[in-house]
Nanobody, 115 residues
Framework: QVQLVESGGGLVQPGGSLRLSCAAS????????MGWYRQAPGKQRELVAA?????GTNYDDSVKGRFTLSRDNVAVYLQINSLKPEDTAVYYC???????????WGQGTQVTVSS
């Protein structure tokens, strides 16, 4: 079964940083259209960062300048800096597995920003 697994979440004080990772049960290179979403309590899931078809990255306005999406041959990462309480959410990794064309979601990792 093809899976994506996030890690790196936790409790951090405002202004702190975290690095989220998204690994796959198969080669991460077998995924396209990868991105990170988040869902805060009582809110809809929203896209925060995504890799474009040309290999660039798009960010939601609320995270521009603070979040950085990157990938290597092992995983996809989301570096999140200058964290704010409103960044508190479950963060999900997603991508399309080229073997089936199915969109795969990870189980999520909790990020809590609180003093």
């Amino acid at each position: 079964q093809v899976q994506l697994v996030e890690s790196g979440g936790g409790l951090v004080q405002p202004g702190g940083s975290l690095r989220l990772s998204c690994a796959a049960s198969v080669s991460i290179l077998r995924f396209v259209n990868m991105g990170w979403y988040r869902q805060a309590p009582g809110k809809q899931r929203e896209l925060v960062a995504a890799i474009t078809g040309s290999g660039g990255t798009n960010y939601d306005d609320s995270v521009k300048g603070r979040f950085t999406l990157s990938r290597d041959n092992v995983a996809v990462y989301l570096q999140i800096n200058s964290l704010k309480p409103e960044d508190t959410a479950v963060y999900y990794c997603t991508g399309v597995y080229v073997g089936t064309g199915n969109e795969i979601w990870g189980q999520g990792t909790q990020v809590t920003v609180s003093s």
